[in-house]
């Protein structure tokens, strides 16, 4: 079986883009079996906004935002195909569809309000991308996730119903054999509900989507030619790691590395797929790869860096031990409202625990935390993680900075620092 592509919103971002996507996949031989493909560029931010004016009193807000998507979707679609293509009646119904279901779902609790609106980002940029391919000679068949991707109920981040699922993709495959586009972050319960898989959730489709199909390789298109061992946008010499492991690259991302969703590698290492990281702004560029034996990227030194970071001090409130009824009671709240514990410290009174500055699920967490627990909260701090430091690494980067709090293993080293006291850009030695 060929290989699954997932190209994200970068990618997709304009018609020049889409365009230059139609070219790379002209050009490889052999082609993909299945495509997964995000939304194009900031729209999930978009839709988050647009949420967040359904559930408000800002109807005009509300309106202008909707217009807004609307006329981003419609201009890339006659920049492609001319005025009145037919592919811009298939955008308008989508965009119905995704008002009628803000006003079907706006006093519904906020993670089934987020999962059955927000998703429609990469609903609407499939059926643009599909039109295009279509349109200069690749037969393709355009698939909604939602009636593939089964799931469970946990809104904003669903598991998957794994028997279900490859049952659905394997019988479709096998029926049609044209290029199989479909969409990243989304999928459906058994009973037809919308759900999404977690933020930037889209890696996490297509390794999915591998796993059923018995994919040889992966591979993720990206505007960098590969996983680095740091953020180039924010560390001046970040270096391309050429191979590193399954295991390292789930601690990475784990972590904060942004190459890869943590969701992604679980399901590729069951059946040994390889995962390639490659640029589609330079496909012949040498690319990243992951896969079961180890490589260069599981002995160098990373950086990982994650801002807008909450630090959340919380002590129960009659003074009980932090045993494991209370540890366990904690992180199930924040496993419910979709938080990840990026930092976490346990001492016998307290738990001290960094998650992102996400208000409206740091608000219903604190309301659950309620008066069993007394919590500290620390705003605008950023997360500093190395993987495998020396002493060089940490006077470098942390030097004389002011710490917040700590911690270490033998494998990896964690700061919480005040964000307005951080560079702006870093430097590895």
Known sequence: ?????????????????????????????????????????????????LLDAARGDDSG??????????????????????????????????????????????????????DHTVGFGELLSTTLVAAWLEAIGLATRWCDARELIVTDDRHQAAGIVWHETCARLTALAAKDQR????????????????????REGSDFSAAILAHCLDAEELTIWKDVPGVFNADPRRVDNARQLERLSYAEAVEQSWHGAKVIHPRTLAPLQRKAIPLTVRSFLDPEATPSRIGPEPGDGDRAPACILRDDQRLLDIRPADFRFMDEGCLGEVLGHLARHGLHANFLECEAMRL??????????????????????????????????????????????????????????????????????????????
Not at 14 to 30: M, N, Q, S, Y
Not at 77 to 97: K, N, T, W
Not at 373 to 385: A, F, I, K, N, Q
């Open 61 to 114: 807000g509300y309106r202008e935002r909707l217009a807004t998507i609307r006329d981003d979707h419609l201009g890339v679609a006659a920049a492609l195909f001319g005025a009145d293509a037919p592919v811009a009646a298939d955008l308008e119904r989508l965009l119905a569809a995704l008002d009628a279901a803000h006003r079907r779902h706006r006093d519904a609790p906020y993670p089934v309000h987020y």
């Open 352 to 429: 001290r625990l960094a998650i992102d500055a996400r208000p409206q699920a740091c608000r219903e967490l604190l309301d659950d935390l309620g008066e069993a627990y007394r919590v500290e909260e620390t705003c605008g701090l950023t997360l500093l993680t190395l993987r495998h430091p020396d002493a060089a690494l940490r006077q470098a980067l942390v030097g004389d900075l002011p710490v917040v709090t700590e911690k270490a293993t033998a494998s990896t080293a964690q700061w919480l620092l005040p964000t307005d006291a951080c560079p702006e850009r870093w430097r590895l030695p």
């Open 1 to 49: 079986m060929p290989e699954v592509y997932k190209f994200g919103g970068a990618s997709i971002r304009d018609a020049a883009a889409i365009r230059r996507l139609g070219e790379l996949l002209t050009h490889r031989v052999p082609r993909p079996r299945a495509l997964v493909v995000s939304a194009m560029g900031k729209t999930t931010n978009a839709l988050e906004a």
């Open 179 to 198: 290029l199989l586009i479909t969409q990243g972050f989304i999928g459906a319960t058994a009973a037809g509900a919308m759900t999404t898989l977690g």
